[in-house]
């Protein structure tokens, strides 16, 4: 991923968007890669720019130890921010997921969002008007 934003998504039952991943950097789809095919769409968010890495060249470099070493640490990076996510999702109020993505997402209490309150609603498993309303009382309590 060069720019802008992709997203991996796949549809509910009741035909709901379920975002996977989302990414403005960095690869894509790698859950996939050793799979025929994809089991997902990916759906530009904005203008993106997107660099394609042919699998059977992708497979060599991971005969090479320093690349493969490399990727082993970036899907351990990857499955970290999975499991925080998924802490986050169990987290039972608006609030305490607020707290939770500011404490393992950001730096020193700052996270700079790079999407809408919308999304990151969406991302944090609420509705825009629980993120909202969340907000304004934080705000009024002066947090």
């Known amino acids: 991923m060069l720019s802008g934003e992709v997203r991996l998504v796949r549809r509910s039952r009741s035909g709901g968007e379920i975002i996977l991943q989302r990414t403005r950097h960095g690869f ?69 997921r607020v707290l939770h993505f500011i404490e393992t997402e950001g730096e020193r209490g700052v996270v700079n969002l790079g999407q809408s309150k919308k999304d990151w609603a969406a991302e944090l498993g609420l509705t825009h008007e629980a993120l909202t309303a969340c907000w304004r009382k934080w705000r009024t309590a002066g947090n």
């Open 28 to 96: 894509l789809a790698e859950a996939s890669l050793d799979q025929a095919a994809y089991h997902c769409d990916a759906i530009a968010a904005e203008p993106s720019s997107l660099l394609a890495i042919p699998r059977t060249a992708f497979s060599r470099a991971l005969t090479i130890t320093q690349f493969r070493n490399g990727w082993i640490a970036h899907l351990t990076r990857e499955l970290r921010k999975v499991r925080a996510n998924a802490e986050r999702l169990s987290l039972r109020t608006a609030r305490e």
